[in-house]
């Protein structure tokens, strides 16, 4: 990715726990999207936090952005099975365009 | 709700054939966007557009072009195609106001195969 890493790679847990992903990108941004993606299949938006805010949540979903430190988190509480997929973090400037980063391939077992 | 549409959703091509890839963006969406994702690689930004006129481009390569034609729907055109090319094409489109500016709705994308 051009843009920065994401952290974990890959993350395997169990039904009901938490997961958190990390973002650190490099340039100013506009703001900051969370997109999922199963497997070869389209990207669905998660959530979108702008560079002005700090924490945001969407049901079971919580983004925090720290500007400063430019990085992000997504938090999924009590995950299930079918949160299975990758997660993509993209930086988004007032153009438009997203920039993605490497993404994080989640695993909920049953 | 109407959702991004891209046709087709799988294309075989031979090397140095040509692909032409189409996108009908959701309805009153003023921008569209197309991404390259390489298997296992996160997507990489194409080219954009806003009210049919070109918007900005990242790393599209010269033997591919894109247009938004006057009903919105917009064109990728890949010529000369190459082995690096096979990937799945995005498009997305999005609107620059209102509460839901700058969110990007994908389409489900078309995997291209060059053989």
């Known amino acids: 990715s051009q843009q920065g890493e994401e952290d974990p790679q890959a993350l395997s847990i169990q039904e009901g726990e938490n997961a958190t992903m990390n973002c650190s990108y490099k340039t100013s941004i506009n703001n900051l999207q969370w997109y999922r993606q199963n497997s070869g299949r389209g990207l669905v938006h998660l959530i979108l936090?702008?560079?002005?805010?700090r924490e945001k949540h969407s049901g079971r979903l919580r983004v925090t952005l720290d500007t400063s430190k430019k990085s992000s988190s997504l938090l999924i509480t009590a995950s299930r099975a079918a949160d299975t997929a990758s997660y993509f973090c993209a930086t988004g400037t007032s153009y438009g365009k997203l920039t993605f980063g490497q993404g994080t391939i989640l695993t909920v077992h049953p | 709700a109407a959702g991004v549409i891209q046709s087709p959703r799988h294309l075989i091509k031979e090397k140095r054939e040509t692909a032409t890839l189409k996108c009908y963006p959701i309805?009153?969406?003023?921008?569209v966007y197309w991404y390259q994702q390489g298997p296992g690689q996160d997507p990489q930004f194409l080219i954009s557009f806003y009210e049919k006129m070109q918007s900005d481009k990242g790393s599209i390569p010269d033997r591919f072009s894109a247009q938004q034609f006057s009903d919105y729907h917009s064109e990728l055109n890949m010529s000369s195609l190459e082995l690096g090319d096979s990937a799945l094409y995005f498009c997305?489109?999005?609107?620059?106001?209102?509460?839901?500016?700058?969110?990007?709705?994908f389409g489900a994308g078309t995997r291209l195969s060059v053989l």
């Open positions: 997305a489109s999005s609107l620059t106001q209102g509460l839901t500016k700058n969110i990007q709705y």
């Open positions: 309805p009153r969406h003023d921008t």
């Open positions: 936090i702008r560079s002005n805010e």
